[in-house]
């Protein structure tokens, strides 16, 4: 069992869009023997971008999952690959799958290097303290400067780059790749799709670079134990090429070294010898720690090592539904064995489960399996309610796993159906979305009456419209898109709250005496904080106090928007012998935080983007002139050769339509890529513009 842990790799493939994930991916499947043939991003056959969607976009919507094997010093070894989407809207996507891996391949185009998105999935990687690789692609295009690349993977990421390979020339004359740790040049047969690659002498004019690189990875690679360093002392050259590799493994596992390669997919060089470094750098389950949950029973810690005699227990990363075998739940397993028919628990809804048929994954296609063991990734089919983030375990051996963590919506829109006959199914597909994709939500005003729905950005809910229209049948009226607002407060107030209810018999009688003010800077939620003396009000009833507030956040009294952040410090307060009871003053807690919120300056928050936009140097001025009457604050403005990059600032309620004006300003030649950044008050004449909008004309969204 263990030797087929140590041959097993659960990775992923992240990168900022258009750095050449997908194709990588199909290389990939290519040279293992998986496909037949290979599958282009631009002409819409990529096997892992199955939907159709993503077939006409021409980019990654959803993470597909597949297996290949690869044979690595004449040993096979099974890899699992989820391919990632690009997109910051779609960036939950990355979220989820890097939490149930164990490692991941970071793609960087060699001309943009490292972008904003870049940085967003390196930060989330960091989170989950994924070891990592670095590919630099795009080795052909013009502009390609691989150490450039490098220098920006240490000083943008924070990470400490080991360039293990050296591109033989670079754009029309990239040629081949040196492999540092080898000593060894290679070149690739284009007659054969990249397929065969033969090795050649390394070129004079890179041998001293070479030469330098190999130095210092000998040296570092001496560094790392007494042994070692003993070794090098008495003879540098008896460093060997296996010392070197078990070096640099055991400080890529530790997150203290990231070994970087390049090529070029597209043009099908360097994909194998990504596949031997795979095998080589990255962790198999056995090499992760052992998992941490709460047993839901006890709420003590219990631990899951990566062995198939260990109760069984699995992590729900994702829900798709499927046309033909439909709801389907893909799963890391961290422990023991899951036959298919076999019953588990879901120790978050705590249920029994019957999971009745197994699947491998290859995107869009399944294989059925009889069972799948600790350290794969599979997929379920036949159950009745999964979600993501639940843990899926033994019902003899609980044990709850941390859930993941997803950004709220950005952006929402009012949708109706255009004939009465779809209400009743938009409201039933809606809720399988819902299901699929975490950072999308849905609601119902109750104001209006519309059907509000929410999520990353305008294609992510444009994507969603499609789906509708496709998947499900439905065609939608939709409103204008707007911005998700968010309510704060910014003063401290005090503020005494009595609740009285006497209908005859039994009445209710709550009161509470509270400060409420902005939650500390490190807070999220309601900090609540209980300074009752003397019993005047009941231990029972605080509970219900909190409940209130909490329950009250989720509508601030400006807009209805929710409040993230709240302080609220519980005085004092007095109760009636008889008529008091918790909903008593869960309904006080309610009402003064309505009362109180009005009289602590309410605001509105806005979120502000992060936005890169990438230009010929001729567009910069137009480009910043348009940004600051968008409320932007450029930031910087960096040069490339022949293009400058701004970065800046900007609300979100600025950028709807930005891409078009973009290229208008540009004819067509910058690009831009906008991600999150925070929530900021707005400016008070926006706000009243806002809240009049919304207080003025109730259908308006």
């Known amino acids: 069992m263990s030797d087929k842990l140590r041959h097993t790799r659960n990775l992923g493939i992240m990168a900022h869009i258009d750095a050449g994930k997908t194709t990588t991916t199909e290389r990939i499947l290519y040279y293992t023997g998986i496909n ?97 690789i670095c590919y630099v692609n795009k080795m052909d295009r013009a502009g390609a400067d691989y ?135 990255l962790p198999c389950p056995t090499d992760v720690p052992a998992i941490s949950g709460i047993n839901p029973f006890t709420d003590k810690e219990v631990e899951r090592r990566a062995d198939v005699n260990e109760p069984f227990a699995a992590l729900a990363f994702k829900i798709a539904t499927d046309p033909f075998v439909g709801r389907i739940a893909f799963f890391r397993v961290y422990s023991g064995k899951l036959d298919a028919g076999q019953q588990i628990m879901n120790s978050n809804t705590n249920k029994k489960e019957r999971i009745m048929r197994l699947m491998q994954m290859h995107a869009n296609k399944q294989k059925p399996l009889k069972s799948i063991e600790a350290g794969d990734i599979g997929a379920a089919i036949g159950f009745k309610q999964i979600r993501t983030g639940d843990t899926l375990c033994s019902p003899q051996h609980p044990i709850v796993l941390e859930s993941m963590l997803f950004p709220d919506p950005v952006i929402k829109l009012a949708v109706e159906p255009k004939t009465q006959d779809d209400v009743d199914k938009l409201a039933f597909a809606l809720n399988k979305l819902v299901e699929e994709d975490p950072t999308f939500t849905v609601k119902v005003d109750e104001e209006t009456g519309q059907t509000i729905i929410s999520g990353m950005g305008e294609l992510h809910l444009e994507v969603i419209l499609d789906r509708l229209k496709r998947e499900f049948n439905i065609e939608c009226n939709r409103g204008t898109p707007s911005v998700a607002y968010k309510e704060a407060i910014t003063l401290t107030v005090e503020h005494n709250e009595v609740y009285k209810k006497q209908t005859g018999g039994r009445g209710r009688f709550a009161e509470i005496f509270v400060e409420i003010s902005p939650a500390d800077d490190d807070v999220t939620g309601l900090q609540f904080i209980n300074e009752v003396k003397g019993g005047n009000i009941r ?163």
């Open 36 to 132: 037949y043939r290979i599958g282009e991003v631009h002409d819409g056959a990529a096997t892992m971008d199955w939907m159709i969607q993503e077939q006409e976009r021409g980019i990654t919507i959803t993470s597909a999952a597949t297996t290949v094997f690869w044979n690595y010093n004449k040993e096979d070894y099974k890899i699992n690959i989820i391919d990632t989407p690009g997109h910051v809207d779609f960036t939950v996507e990355v979220e989820r799958s890097l939490r149930v891996l164990d490692g991941s391949i970071a793609i960087f185009c060699a001309v943009g290097g490292v972008e904003p998105q870049s940085e967003t999935v390196w930060k989330q990687a960091d989170r989950y303290h994924v070891p990592r």
């Open 147 to 281: 150490i450039n690349v490098v220098s920006q993977i240490k000083d943008k990421l924070g990470a400490n780059p080991i360039p293990i390979q050296i591109p033989i020339g670079a754009e029309d004359e990239f040629d081949g790749i040196v492999d540092i740790i080898s000593n060894k040049a290679y070149k690739w047969d284009n007659t054969s799709l990249g397929k065969d690659y033969f090795e050649i002498p390394i070129p004079d004019d890179i041998n001293e670079q070479v030469a330098e690189y190999r130095k210092s990875l000998i040296e570092g690679t001496a560094e790392e134990n007494e042994e070692l360093f003993e070794k090098y002392i008495k003879n540098p050259d008896s460093i060997t090429e296996e010392d070197i590799i078990n070096s640099l493994r055991k400080a890529t596992l530790e997150l203290r070294a990231t070994p970087v390669l390049c090529g070029s997919s597209f043009k099908n060089k360097g994909v194998q010898l990504l596949l031997d470094s795979i095998v080589a750098f």
């Open 539 to 701: 231990k029972e009833y605080i509970p219900a106090i909190k409940k209130g507030f909490e329950s009250a956040m989720a509508n601030g009294v400006l807009l209805g928007f929710a409040m993230d952040n709240l302080k609220v410090r519980l005085l004092d307060g007095s109760y009636h012998s008889v008529d008091s009871d918790a909903l008593a003053f869960e309904i006080a807690a309610s009402k003064a935080f309505k009362g109180a919120c009005k009289m602590a300056n309410p605001v509105l928050l806005e979120p502000v983007m992060k936005l890169e936009v990438v230009t010929p140097d001729e567009y910069v001025g137009d480009i910043t002139g348009d940004l600051n009457k968008r409320r932007g604050q450029v930031e910087n403005v960096d040069s490339m050769v022949r293009y400058q990059i701004i970065k800046a600032k900007v609300p979100l309620a600025e950028m709807f339509g930005y891409v078009t004006v973009l290229r208008t300003i540009t004819s067509g030649r910058a690009t831009s890529s906008l991600e999150f950044s925070h929530y900021a008050i707005t400016p008070h004449d926006i706000m009243e513009n806002v809240i009049y909008k919304i207080k003025g004309y109730l259908v308006t969204v």
